[in-house]
């Protein structure tokens, strides 16, 4: 269909990978003189729009438009001049991401004798790839020096039996202390130390977390500078196309979560511990000029830096919705302590990256637990701004065994353990997060290895639930 002045081709074709997941149509449309407009229904796949102005293989490239999506219709669109060029457009998937993830730490290895179980767990039937999760001090050992050997070792045994790679290296409490250091030693960050505890004090334990200042250019430089070093590693050493996603980090607290520390000593309804040992966090934030803008300026740099270094990967983001904790510290614009009403402060991140990174987005929570119904803010973020769902299990079993785990139940300081059944609900409680009933499904599960080991027949039904079920 050729016209003058207008898109004069619109090609519709399906993903590039060999893969089950189904991509959905484009419709075409010309809503006003020399404008043209695509559209797709959101789907449980991801997506990457590509054009070209020939169905040659070698012609087709990502295009410059931005989808938008639409939270009412559930469905994506881009807009653009009508031109006299011959256009055709295409999705393409960027990753089938659907799966079983065991988590590693990235300072282990599969030859290292401690990490055996993991290694076992990766080689169990059912189990699609591995969660490698580190610390950037643990990579990044010295101002501009990298210890690659750990990572290399992980993905050259995912590579050897064909296993998917989820990549995590955090900041917070893994930032390393040159970050500290003033120039030319280091950048020259701010160094802010906090007491926190774990579970908002329901553990009664606290410890020290040493962060920075996210939104500070001495971090963001620096960040981006182990992230670019990063993508050029991959890529010299052949293992780039081995990452299938990577995690949105670089504003943590203890894990790979979007979050900062945000507790009190007090027992108020959105910080309070009701410890003594913990510090008072927002006060701390308040001194060092956190508001939820300058916040949103350093996520935004983040984004683009992880976007920039891997411009045909899937990111996801592991969040900490309210309730139960709240992740960041209650501040307004400014300044001043945010005592009721709070809102839902993941809500501008989210939208941004869904923006910044549309079809390429994985929202995920990391916890699930027999007979509790999946978190709702992860559904949320499919249904707000087109994200893709994800999960991990819960780890409450270490508070006893100090070995990760699930448990099925109890309390975080007295876990009931799982037995076949109830880790099954488990999984299934993340893999549909709206029920059976409802077509949304999450594309993986992150479990632990003891789990693995522990309930080879679950983790292979599991398996087959998230493969077929879409």
Known sequence: MRHRGALSFLVILGSLAASAQTLPNLSFTSPANQLVRLAWPYTNSGFCLQESTNLAVAAWQSSALSPVFDSNSAAFSVGAEATNTTMFFRLAQPADLRGIYVY????????NPNDATISNAINTPGVDGLLIVGLWSSLETNFNQYDWSHLDKWLKYANTYNKKVDLSIRSGDGTPNWLFLAPTNGPGATQLTFAISPKDGNTGVCQTDIVTIPWENAFLNSWNAMLT??????????????????????INRTSDELRLPAETPDTNVYTGTGLECVSNAPAIWQSNGYTPSNLLFAWSNIVASFNTSFPDKTFCVAIIPYPPQIPFPPIDD?????????????????????????GRLVVQFNFLMTSNTANPAVSGGALS????????????????TNVDGSACGGTVNSPTPCDAATYLNLLEEGIYPLGTTNSLRSQYIEVWATNVMAFTNVIWQAHQELLMSF
């Open 104 to 111: 590693a730490p990235l300072e282990g290895g599969p030859d």
């Open 229 to 250: 070093n990063l993508s050029a590693h991959l890529k010299n050493t052949g293992t780039y196309s081995d990452v299938t996603l990577l995690r949105l980090t670089g």
């Open 334 to 358: 400014n300044g001043e302590l945010i005592t009721n009403n709070l809102p839902d402060q993941n809500a501008p991140l989210l939208q941004l990256a869904g923006q910044m990174l549309a």
């Open 385 to 400: 701004y087109g994200s893709l769902p994800a999960f991990q299990a819960n780890d409450w079993m270490a508070a006893i």
